[in-house]
């Protein structure tokens, strides 16, 4: 796999942060030079053979390495796995998505998971049985030391001594937690090919599809497509193996019984019905599925491009939608060999929502009339606004998306003056509360040009609209942006199609981008080449209407950046600067990826100011680390050496944020 120098630079300096020094230079030197044996990485790195399997055990047990036997040989080729590697960067907000979906307990165990790397059930348990003895220890020994202690702790009726620091309360939960985590799919299954590659695995399931079947060989179209089906449904199988715990759970019928942990389960020792849960095999393996994890973190990036666009009202119903949408599905994007593209949609489990299953899962709380501007109804197109899709839409290029923004579709404009009788009630009016972000921009059907109205008098008669043509109306304005957060597949069916939402998403980032680099002139002169394509730069003045020499100032500018590109085209054979066209371009794809390697730079410095902070405060942080210090750094250190690592402190919070933002925009660009 090809890695450009600064992901494998970020990825060695994550795994120096997090797991030391040795493990980062086996994995550096791993990137450097490939594939390679224990005696072949003795010789790059100077190790000896038991650093070199000290550094190798433990990132096999952070799933940081891939490993393959040959048949008939002892020796082991070993392979950096650089995906996750960069997931490490996503700790923390795996972790506040866990706390946020299903609550402290399973943020716990996820915590755990994530520290030690994949683990045994058994193990698990026992770590945390040994963390409960140690606290009812303490608390015996602190109501023998006050016997009046239980009894003058009853404020609220309950006496009982509480367990402090522990949001696991006993093994029964941790079992609960950890089917509730696997029935989610954020927990897998060790196996045996778990450690192996991709790339292994495809030659392994290849040469036993050819030995079965294909012994005369491989001849002819139909013969070829028939061993590419064969070698797909071999690397579902190995890709299914992680899923034997989850299907085990699936068959013993307790699912349907077990309250969900979404209401947030974990908050009371007795908010889980513990007892339906089979106990877990304690020589089980499990481990964090970070595509899973990236599902959910995508789901949460696209509701926040929707709370930008629409409001929290509107961003809330998406929200619910895309979490029903996405409960089976695996990975964000589909493999290429796994899935093939005639159901590519049911493999991923991509299909579609109603509206009475959103209207079931949302908050009774949470009010509906909020956030959505009216227009009157006879400038509503009731066809329009309903009209049903049931394909999802031809791939477009960015050049064309961002040529139809802020435009109406064909079918708005033949609809825009129709009289039919709407669906809803057009005389919506909701309060002023209501009015949050720019919702009214398009209202039901605002494309049509419909002026839309908030008016503080009929906030009454909203709330008395029905509840479903509430929720109704918060889908319609999703369907009818020009972003396509959501399309409308059916009378009352909604889906969501990834692929060009995302391209509208990445679109907005570049733009983002380009607007603070160059200005809001800059992206004006991006958006005219992408929709006009290439311009000689003799007419693109007059296209732009600028002078001639602010737009060369302002395009040499962009040059620079990378944003816009220059292609000479000679007039005849002899080539001759006075006598060929310069023709202006833009290229999406180039500055895409110009925009993350300039992200992974950005990364990389941030991580080398923090290294070089702790170096300049070391005796500071070092005073820091002592017993009779930790947790009463104010009471115990020095004014001025406190005040030092106060500053480091603050230093340390806004470094990590500024590379938590990057990789929001890694994951737009790369991942999602």
């Known amino acids: 796999m090809l890695v450009t120098?600064?992901?494998?630079?970020?990825?060695?300096?994550?795994?120096?942060?997090?797991?030391?020094?040795?493990?980062?230079?086996?994995?550096?030197?791993?990137?450097?030079?490939?594939?390679?044996?224990?005696?072949?990485?003795?010789q790059y790195t100077a190790m000896t053979p038991r650093q070199l399997r000290h550094g190798i055990a433990v990132l096999i047990q952070h799933n940081l390495l891939y490993y393959h036997l040959e048949p008939g040989s002892e020796l082991a080729f070993y392979e950096a796995n650089i995906?996750?590697?960069?997931?490490?960067?996503?700790?923390?907000?795996?972790?506040?998505?866990?706390?946020?979906?299903?609550?402290?307990?399973?943020?716990?165990?996820?915590?755990?998971?994530?520290?030690?790397?994949?683990?045994?059930?058994?193990?698990?348990?026992?770590?945390?049985?040994?963390?409960?003895?140690?606290?009812?220890?303490?608390t015996a020994h602190a109501a023998s030391?006050?016997?009046?202690?239980?009894?003058?702790?009853?404020?609220?009726?309950?006496?009982?001594?509480?367990?402090?620091?522990?949001?696991?309360?006993?093994?029964?939960?941790?079992?609960?937690?950890?089917?509730r985590l696997v029935e989610a799919q954020l927990i897998d299954v060790v196996h045996t090919k778990t450690f192996e590659s991709p790339q292994d695995i495809l030659k392994t399931v290849e040469k036993e599809v050819i030995d079965k079947h294909f012994r005369g060989g491989v001849k002819g179209t139909k013969a070829k497509a028939e061993l590419e089906s064969l070698v797909a449904e071999g690397l579902r199988k190995v890709r299914d193996e992680s899923k034997s715990l989850k299907r085990k759970l699936e068959q013993n019928g307790a699912a349907s019984k077990r309250r969900k942990l979404f209401a947030g389960a974990g908050t009371a020792n007795g908010g889980l019905d513990e007892e339906v849960d089979p106990l877990l095999d304690?020589?089980?393996?499990?481990?964090?599925?970070?595509?899973?994890?990236?599902?959910?973190?995508?789901?949460r990036r696209l509701v926040q491009f929707a709370t930008d666009v629409f409001g929290e009202t509107t961003a809330y119903v998406y929200g619910i939608l895309l979490k029903l949408l996405t409960k089976d599905l695996a990975r964000c994007r589909p493999d290429p060999v796994m899935d093939s593209r005639k159901d590519d949609d049911d493999r991923q489990g991509i299909s579609s929502v109603s509206t009475a299953q959103i209207l079931d899962n949302l908050k009774t709380s949470v009010d509906l009339s909020l956030g959505m501007g009216k227009a009157d109804r006879q400038q509503i197109s009731s066809r329009?606004?309903?009209?049903?899709?049931?394909?999802?839409?031809?791939?477009?290029?960015?050049?064309?998306?961002?040529?139809?923004?802020?435009?109406?579709?064909?079918?708005?404009?033949?609809?825009?003056?129709?009289?039919?009788?709407?669906?809803?009630?057009?005389?919506?009016?909701?309060?002023?509360n209501g009015t949050n972000g720019t919702n009214g921009v398009n209202g039901l059907n605002g494309t049509n040009g419909a002026k839309v109205k908030f008016d503080d008098s009929a906030a009454n008669k909203d709330r008395r609209l029905d509840r479903p043509t509430q929720l109704r109306q918060h889908l319609l304005l999703l369907a009818e942006s020009p972003q396509r957060f959501v399309r409308h597949c059916g009378q009352e069916d909604w889906t969501v199609d990834f692929e060009p939402l995302m391209g509208a998403l990445r679109e907005a980032e570049l733009d983002w981008m380009i607007e603070n680099t160059?200005?809001?002139?800059?992206?004006?002169?991006?958006?005219?080449?992408?929709a006009k394509g290439k311009l000689d730069e003799k007419a693109l003045p007059n296209v732009a209407l600028m002078r001639k020499s602010e737009l060369?100032?302002?395009?040499?500018?962009?040059?620079?950046?990378?944003?816009?590109?220059?292609?000479?085209?000679?007039?005849?054979?002899?080539?001759?600067?006075?006598?060929?066209?310069?023709?202006?371009?833009?290229?999406?794809?180039?500055?895409?990826?110009?925009?993350?390697?300039?992200?992974?730079?950005?990364?990389?410095?941030?991580?080398?100011?923090?290294d070089l902070l702790r170096e300049k405060e070391k005796d500071v942080l070092a005073t820091t680390k002592r017993?009779?210090?930790r947790g009463r750094e104010k009471d115990t250190m020095r004014k001025e050496y406190y005040e030092r690592y106060s500053r480091f402190l603050e230093n340390e919070r806004q470094l990590f944020s500024q590379v938590m933002r990057l990789d929001d925009l890694v994951s737009v660009l790369r991942d999602f």
Not at 13 to 36: M, Q, V, Y
Not at 284 to 296: F, G, P, T
């Open 627 to 629: 017993t009779d210090v």
């Open 552 to 610: 060369q100032q302002k395009m040499l500018e962009m040059q620079t950046a990378g944003f816009v590109h220059v292609q000479e085209v000679p007039r005849d054979v002899k080539a001759d600067v006075k006598k060929s066209f310069f023709l202006w371009y833009c290229d999406v794809n180039r500055s895409l990826d110009r925009l993350l390697d300039t992200s992974y730079k950005s990364m990389i410095h941030c991580i080398q100011v923090l």
């Open 83 to 138: 995906d996750h590697a960069y997931n490490l960067i996503r700790t923390g907000k795996i972790l506040e998505m866990v706390d946020t979906s299903f609550g402290a307990p399973a943020k716990d165990v996820v915590q755990n998971l994530l520290l030690s790397g994949q683990t045994r059930i058994s193990d698990l348990i026992a770590a945390y049985q040994g963390k409960m003895d140690q606290v009812n220890k303490a």
């Open 384 to 432: 329009a606004a309903n009209k049903v899709h049931e394909n999802p839409p031809k791939k477009k290029t960015l050049i064309e998306e961002a040529e139809v923004v802020g435009d109406a579709s064909a079918d708005e404009d033949e609809d825009g003056g129709s009289n039919d009788e709407s669906d809803y009630d057009s005389d919506y009016k909701p309060s002023a």
């Open 5 to 42: 120098k600064p992901a494998a630079e970020l990825c060695s300096l994550l795994i120096d942060e997090l797991h030391g020094e040795l493990p980062s230079r086996i994995f550096s030197t791993l990137l450097n030079k490939g594939r390679s044996t224990l005696p072949q990485l003795a």
């Open 145 to 179: 030391d006050d016997p009046f202690g239980p009894e003058t702790n009853g404020v609220n009726g309950d006496s009982s001594p509480k367990k402090p620091g522990l949001p696991v309360k006993s093994t029964a939960q941790l079992n609960s937690v950890i089917c």
């Open 282 to 299: 304690p020589k089980q393996v499990i481990r964090i599925n970070y595509e899973k994890c990236l599902v959910d973190l995508r789901n």
């Open 518 to 530: 160059s200005g809001q002139q800059g992206l004006r002169l991006v958006r005219i080449l992408r």
